[in-house]
C-alpha cells in the first residue's frame, strides 16, 4: 500500500491507498514544534487504532507546503515507517506540463491536485482548494497546468478580521439565515459566507471566459461544501483531490524507474 502525506500549513491530511482505492485516511494538526517522534507516535497510534500494520507500506509521497518541518517529517517516516518518502518538488514526474513562468515557485499541493483533477475529470478543468489559503487553478484539455489564483482562506480572513479590530468578536462560520444581518454576528457571518460566495462564483466565471469555453469545476477542502451549495459554480466536490494526485505522482515516478 502506498501512504500519502498533505503537509498543511494547519492541518496534515493522510491517506493508505490499496490500489487505486482509498483503505484509510487520518487529519492530524500542524505543529512546527512538534519533534519527529511526537509525530511519529500520533501517526503509529492512528495505524493502531484502525488496526493496521504499518509494516503494510510499501512507499510514501509527500506534498509539503511547510518546508521547516520537512526535515522533521522526513526523519519520522524513515524512523517509524523504514521508508524514505518522495517529497514532491522540482526534478519529480509528475506528467503535466506546468506553464508557470517558474515552476519552483508553485506549491506542491497544487501540482497534485492538477494531476488528480486531469486525471479524474479531463480537461479543460478549474480546481478550488478551500485551505489557510484558497486556491483556483486551472488545466487545460491536454493537462497542461495553466496558473491560477491564490485568496486568503475563509478561516484566515475571519481570523484576521476579528484580530485585527478591537470590538468585533469571535463569530462561528456558518451560512446566516439572511443576507442583511440584524446583529454584529450575523453582519459578519453574512460577510464572510456570502462575499466567499461572490468571490468563488465571479473567479470561476472570469477564468472560463479567459478559457473561452467551459470547464469542469471540482472543489476541495475543509469549506468546500458550505460554500458549494450556495455559489452553484462548483460541479463536484473530492475531499480527497490532493491525496489522489500524490499517489497517481508516486505510481508514475515508479513506473520510471522501474520498481
Known amino acids: 500500500m502506498i501512504l500519502t502525506m498533505d503537509v498543511g500549513n494547519t492541518n496534515i491530511k493522510t491517506a493508505l491507498f490499496d490500489g487505486k482505492e482509498m483503505y484509510k485516511y487520518w487529519r492530524m494538526s500542524t505543529n512546527i514544534h512538534s519533534t519527529s517522534d511526537e509525530y511519529g507516535v500520533r501517526l503509529v497510534s492512528m495505524f493502531d487504532h484502525e488496526g493496521v500494520s504499518t509494516d503494510v507500506v510499501e512507499g510514501i509521497v509527500v506534498s509539503s507546503v511547510v518546508p521547516t518541518i520537512n526535515f522533521t517529517i522526513d526523519h519520522m517516516l524513515q524512523n517509524y515507517f523504514g521508508k524514505a518518502p518522495l517529497f514532491v518538488a522540482p526534478g519529480v514526474k509528475t506528467g503535466i506540463n506546468i506553464r508557470y513562468e517558474n515552476p519552483r515557485e508553485l506549491g506542491s499541493d497544487r501540482i497534485a491536485n492538477a494531476v488528480a483533477a486531469y486525471d479524474e475529470y479531463g480537461g479543460p478543468c478549474i480546481f478550488i482548494d478551500f485551505g489557510t489559503a484558497t486556491t483556483f487553478g486551472v488545466v487545460d484539455e491536454n493537462g497542461a497546468f495553466l496558473g491560477g489564483t491564490i485568496c486568503p482562506g475563509i478561516k484566515l480572513s475571519s481570523e484576521a478580521l476579528v484580530t485585527g479590530t478591537a470590538k468585533l ?31 468563488v462564483r465571479n473567479i470561476v466565471r472570469k477564468i472560463k471566459q479567459e478559457l473561452g469555453k467551459e470547464a469542469y469545476v471540482v472543489a476541495t477542502g475543509g469549506m468546500a461544501l458550505m460554500i458549494a451549495e450556495e455559489s ?25 524507474k522501474g520498481v
Open 169 to 199: 468578536p469571535r463569530f462561528e462560520l456558518t451560512k446566516p439565515e439572511s443576507v442583511i444581518g440584524r446583529t454584529t454576528l450575523t453582519n459578519l457571518q453574512s460577510g464572510m459566507y456570502y462575499g466567499y460566495v461572490g468571490l
Open 232 to 256: 452553484k459554480a462548483i460541479d463536484k466536490l473530492d475531499g480527497l483531490l490532493t491525496l489522489k494526485g500524490l499517489r497517481i505522482i508516486y505510481e508514475r515516478n515508479r513506473e520510471e
